[in-house]
């Protein structure tokens, strides 16, 4: 365990000092701005707070931005280092393979969560200064969507980075994999398979697979619990899971995803690097 914290630190304060992680933490900061600059927090609209509703704005842009910044960081962590040579110094050192690959995604999980997580609470901590009402169990929830989106992206970036052998691979892949999953939680996914004459409850059952999809939902049924704005597919969503039954479905699902292919990642790991 101590080796392991020491490799989840080293890897923090490498990522601290890179110049990716101060752009990834002021494009975070800078979209609270400016949602509070445009004015959202100041309004009502339906019985919802302006800062509930601005909570939802900052869920779904971080929904897109999120996931490419962590896959791009973390598929060039395995990589690079085979690239650069550290395996062989890694292995000379009393460090196990699991401990430096596990402590690798310990510290780039906090390094991801933190900055996203800190902007919300700084949302938080300005509406609490404004007296406004603050809707505690929304922020409960979407600090679990967060969580669990940024284990289910870095999970899948640690196995493309660990199957990849140059960290140019490695990006062009998670690029691909982001594209996929974006363009497929409603344009090509509904379009192909409506015109195909698929079942609307395969339709539902194969978007639900899609982590976006599942917290791009998730967010929208904390504001609109009858999911108005899905449309017919919100009335198989809802028989079949129930309000409670797909809120645990959008906290689960993408982070049990994401353990899983981290740990595929490093099983592949550790039987192609070890002698």
Do not use: H
């Not at 430096?100 to 390094?111: A, E, I, N, P």
């Amino acid at each position: 365990m101590k080796n392991l914290l020491l490799t989840a630190r080293a890897d923090i304060s490498e990522s601290l000092r890179s110049r990716w992680f101060l752009a990834y933490t002021v494009v975070f900061g800078g979209i609270v701005v400016a949602l509070f600059l445009s004015g959202v927090t100041e309004s009502r609209i339906m019985g919802f707070t302006g800062l509930s509703r601005m909570l939802v704005i900052y869920l779904q842009i971080t929904m897109a931005i999120l996931p490419l910044f962590v896959l791009i960081t973390t598929v060039r962590s395995v990589a690079g280092d085979r690239e650069a040579g550290i395996f062989e110094y890694m292995l000379s050192l009393p460090v196990s393979l699991a401990t430096w690959f596990w402590g690798k995604f310990v510290g780039r999980f906090l390094v991801v969560f933190l900055p996203v997580f800190g902007a919300m609470a700084v949302a938080i901590a300005w509406g609490l200064i404004k007296e406004a009402e603050i809707p505690w169990s929304q922020v409960l929830f979407y600090t679990g969507f967060l969580f669990s989106l940024a284990l289910c992206f870095l999970g899948i970036g640690m196995l493309i980075s660990t199957i990849a052998r140059s960290s140019d691979v490695a990006t062009g892949t998670a690029f691909i994999v982001w594209l996929a999953l974006l363009l497929f939680m409603d344009l090509i996914l509904l379009g192909v398979m409506i015109r195909g004459g698929f079942e609307p409850e395969s339709i539902v059952t194969i978007a639900l697979l899609n982590p976006l999809q599942v917290f791009r939902i998730g967010a929208m049924l904390l504001f609109d619990p009858q999911l108005v704005l899905l449309g017919p597919s919100a009335y198989v969503i809802l028989d079949y899971f129930g309000e409670g039954g797909f809120l645990t479905w959008a906290l689960l699902y993408p982070a049990t995803l994401g353990l899983l292919t981290a740990s595929l990642g490093y099983l592949l790991f550790r039987r192609g690097d070890l002698p």
